[in-house]
């Protein structure tokens, strides 16, 4: 099988030679200083630049990490189209929002909408555009900031999480814009070539949020989203953050075709709890940066054995981990056969 279609099989739960490995983009960022001296392709440059962008996510491709590409490399594109300040980072440290943008969700309809054809929001439109004129039979994944992720870095977060109480109405109001400014953005990159949008929502954890307003906010937004983007003819992975014993039946109500965790959900406490659904995980990202290849393929080994049908890092990879370390997941899982 192609890589495209091993992955598109997987999430179809159609038959399939070996599970898949791949790392998303986004907030599972999949960029490291070595790939980039591998390339000659450098951040912050390639944050502003589609060929650079598409190279960039080409490298991790073809020099036999992932079965994938994947745009952007960051979390921010979405809230600076919306008016927030970014830093650009650096070749080791990822964009940042530096000042938001509202001090209260009351303020939301001072908002612009997102212009997906202008600035860093149309770059990563148009790197997705050339890598579907270049690559035939690897997926392509584009990337959503998840809505409770994306409205905390249009406002000062600790508001934020108060105002979903004490200002409910508002805050749905307010959630309710961001999310249609991501279907649009979504669109947009399934119109040029995405065949999975993957959304990470790691403000939008039920360790913060509890089970409550997990389902009040992160789950009923992100269904708002998910629903257009599956419309379109996309798959769709959604990645949260943290523990999830207490928001596991939550969840479950997640309309994605793939579920996605870190490294703190045990393996053989998500499978049982979710029997049903695609998942995705949790390759520690800390053993990527510091471990041995031989721990990796343990790891890797595990995961498949226990139930975790795509193989991918749990999160953004460190920028100093070893391209041998990367390798080590899709190589033993060639071995598997």
Known sequence: ??????????????????????????????????????????????????????????????????????????????????????????????????????????????????????????????????????LREVPIVGNLTGPVSTASSLIEPTVFFKELRKKNADAHAFMAFVTDQLIAFGLAQIEAGADVIAISDPSGTGEILGPRYFEEFTVQYLNRLIAPLKAAGAKVIVHICGQMRQVYPQANKIESDVLSFDSIVPIREARPALPDRVLMGNISTYTLEFGEPEKIAVMTNFAADNGFDIISPACGLGMRSPLGNIRAMLETLKERG
Not at 24 to 35: C, D, Q, R, S, V
Not at 66 to 94: D, L, Q, R, Y
Request: aromatic share 2%.
């Open 1 to 134: 099988m192609n890589p495209r279609e091993r992955l598109l099989h997987t999430i179809e739960k159609a038959e399939i030679d070996r599970p898949a490995c791949i790392c998303p983009g986004g907030m599972m960022n999949m960029i490291t200083a070595e790939l980039m001296e591998s390339c000659g392709v450098s951040l912050p440059a390639a944050h502003s630049d589609a060929r650079m962008m598409a190279d960039l996510a080409k490298a991790a491709y073809t020099s036999g990490c992932f079965e994938n590409v994947g745009v952007p490399f960051c979390m921010t594109v979405e809230a600076e189209a919306m008016g927030a300040k970014v830093t650009m980072g650096s070749n080791i440290v990822e964009p940042h929002v530096s000042e938001y943008v509202i001090n209260t969700v009351s303020d939301h309809t001072k908002l612009p909408c997102v212009d997906h054809t202008a600035g860093r929001a149309g770059i990563t439109v148009e790197a997705i555009r050339l890598l579907r004129e270049e």
